[in-house]
């Protein structure tokens, strides 16, 4: 039923966002021949999807910020869960990674003076947030697809990669994938691969995330082999669109109270002043009159706590629904039109004035927007070497979401954008320097592509009436409702128990038709990475018995000492997700210094 071709490269990377563009782009300019493999088509990455900035210490509102600054508020909002190393190249490297996009061609929004313009986000001490109006990942998507087109990189759209490859010592030396279209298989012979393929949101009901965001990288690494890590840190983004029900979930910038937008509840009350954590009480403001006198004059940094990072303010707005003060579509509102003229936020924030207008009828400069948590963006994932991204797996590197260790328990806005050029350079220039000392061509396993491809295509063989997308439903609900942005034992365990059954009914979907334009198989296909990634994301939920970051138990509220300084890494054994905790990489003291005092 399978039929196959064959392409040889020293490069492949499986992904096609931003971090992925940015691994093709180092290793091919690093003289590797290299092969970009996307899921979807060329420019439709998930990346476009970060509207309010990329963060870099670039100083040009504030010229007290420095990489320093940078690298304490990104462990402080990750709840010192960071991989140091990870966080200190990022604050160090994201300068000059924004300006090289420059030179590439992104246009950024300018100051009076002709200097990069940086607006606020929340977690972040000064305004640090390079942007495009509030189109900031498409801009930066199409200066890298043009670099990357311009160098000669192979391009494969619509490939969904199935299995990686390994050779007899268990280095990773290749992929099998299928056209889409067709339903033709491929195999990619790699002397070095780098997953690139982003989060893992559609295992979730209501998400930010695109149909691409399936969690394959993470799956592809766990089946060949490497470790996970804090997989049960999984972010709910405080404003996702909650009405009208077909937009559920849809992506609110938090550039809108980045640039003064505020939450209220049905009682027109800012609530958020009822939920100052005390891990950032010293820098946030206490009443509206200081958030509101740094809204004028930016002097001051006791912050609006509408830019307390995310997982605090995601955690407040469901307490407001759960105490009956929600909105009636069991959101909050975000207010910009009291504090906008309908010019600027048309300027500042044409996406979302246009999104409201368009799916929900409303105009958000002269009306508040009703919002609510949506799942957005994985904290955990694929463990990496800090320097070369490097997987447990010789041969496998990754970056970018599907990679876990930057960002903690909790990421800060506009950390992401950056996180991606940056490790997504680094990956790309390890793998190159691995494969260049590598001659000749891969040799694959003609055994081991036969088995993919004859486990691939067994869904048609089966009987019964087990149905995808059912499945795939039921796996949405149990994630929503069981591993959601509150959690507690019972119902940890509960999930666990239902996701043994969902594999179970999963593993005899039935698919009709053939190979060619078949919606039905290609998500049986995506139902083992989901179901995989769900396993692990419950698992380490289960087992980190305190509340951290995008992690919070209701059975144990509160950070736990015995978990400060500790890892939950996931791998396979023997067929069987094992969780472990294991002790996290201890932050020199040079940089644990900068935690006992004030860095300007």
């Not at 990870?86 to 490297?93: G, N, P, R, T, Y």
């Not at 339903?183 to 695109?210: P, Q, Y």
Request: proline residues 4%; glycine residues 10%; aromatic residues 8%.
């Amino acid at each position: 039923m399978a039929d196959t071709e064959r392409y040889d490269f020293d490069v492949v990377v499986i992904g096609a966002g931003g971090a992925g563009l940015r691994a093709a782009i180092e290793a091919r300019e690093l003289g590797a021949r290299t092969a970009l493999v996307c899921k979807s088509l060329l420019g439709k990455a998930h990346t476009v999807m970060a509207e309010g900035g990329i963060a870099a210490a670039l100083g040009s509102v504030w010229p007290e910020d420095n990489w320093e600054v940078h690298f304490r508020d990104t462990m402080r909002g990750g709840k010192m869960l960071n991989n140091w190393r990870m966080a200190q190249i990022h604050a160090l490297e994201s300068p000059d990674r924004v300006l090289e996009l420059e030179e590439w061609g992104a246009l950024f929004d300018r100051t009076s003076d002709g200097r990069i313009l940086q607006r606020d986000f929340g977690g972040h001490r000064y305004a640090r947030l390079a942007h495009v109006g509030d189109r900031t990942g498409l801009e930066m998507i199409r200066a890298l697809q043009h670099r990357a087109v311009s160098i000669g990189i192979d391009v494969f759209m619509e490939c969904k990669i199935v299995r990686l490859l390994q050779d007899g010592a268990g280095a990773v030396n290749g992929a099998v994938g299928f056209w889409r279209e067709t339903g033709r298989f491929v195999t990619f012979g790699a002397k070095a691969v780098v997953l690139a393929t982003g989060g893992c949101g559609k295992a979730w009901k209501f998400t930010t995330n695109s149909w691409e965001c399936t969690g394959d990288g993470m799956a592809l690494a766990l089946w060949a082999g490497a470790d996970l890590i804090d997989m049960e840190a999984i972010q709910f983004h405080p404003t996702g669109m909650v009405w009208p029900p077909s937009a559920r979930g849809l992506l609110v910038t938090e550039g809108v109270r980045g640039d003064g937008g505020v939450l209220e509840n049905r009682d027109g009350e800012r609530f958020m002043f009822n939920y100052i954590s005390p891990f950032f009480a010293a820098e946030t403001a206490a009443t509206i009159e200081e958030a509101d006198q740094w809204y004028s004059n930016k002097k001051d940094f006791r912050r609006p706590p509408e830019l307390l990072p995310r997982d605090e303010v995601a955690r407040a707005i469901n307490s407001e629904v759960k105490e009956g003060r929600g909105s009636p579509h069991d959101g909050v509102f975000l207010d910009i039109a009291s504090r906008r003229t309908p010019e600027e936020i048309r300027r500042l924030l044409p996406s979302m004035y246009h999104q409201f207008k368009e799916l929900a009828d409303i105009d958000i400069t002269t009306t508040p927007m009703e919002v609510g948590p949506t799942c957005h963006y994985a904290m955990g994932g694929v463990r990496v070497e800090a320097d070369t991204e490097a997987t447990t797996v010789t041969g496998l590197y990754a970056a970018g979401e599907c990679a876990g260790g930057m960002h903690g328990s909790n990421r800060l806005g506009g950390n992401s954008l950056s996180d991606l050029v940056v490790f997504g350079r680094r990956a790309g220039m390890a793998a190159a320097e691995r494969a260049l000392e590598i001659p000749g061509v891969p040799e694959v396993s003609e055994a081991q592509i036969a088995e993919v491809t004859r486990r691939a295509t067994s869904y048609f063989d089966n009987v019964g009436t087990e149905d995808a997308y059912a499945v795939h439903r039921a796996l949405q609900e149990t994630m929503q409702s069981l591993v959601g942005i509150i959690r507690v034992e019972n119902e940890l365990l509960e999930a666990k128990g239902k996701l043994a059954e969902l594999e179970e009914r999963a593993s005899h979907c039935v698919v009709e038709g053939n190979l060619s334009f078949n919606p039905g198989w290609h998500l049986a296909l995506d139902l083992e990475s989901m179901l995989a990634v769900s396993n692990c994301t419950t698992l380490s939920a289960i087992e980190r018995r305190e509340s951290r970051g995008g992690h919070t138990r209701d059975d144990y509220p509160g950070f736990r000492p015995e978990f400060e300084n500790v890892n939950m890494v996931t791998r396979l054994v023997e067929g069987n997700y094992v969780v472990a905790q294991e002790p996290k990489p201890q932050m020199p003291g040079e940089l644990a210094r900068l935690f006992e005092e004030e860095v300007h």
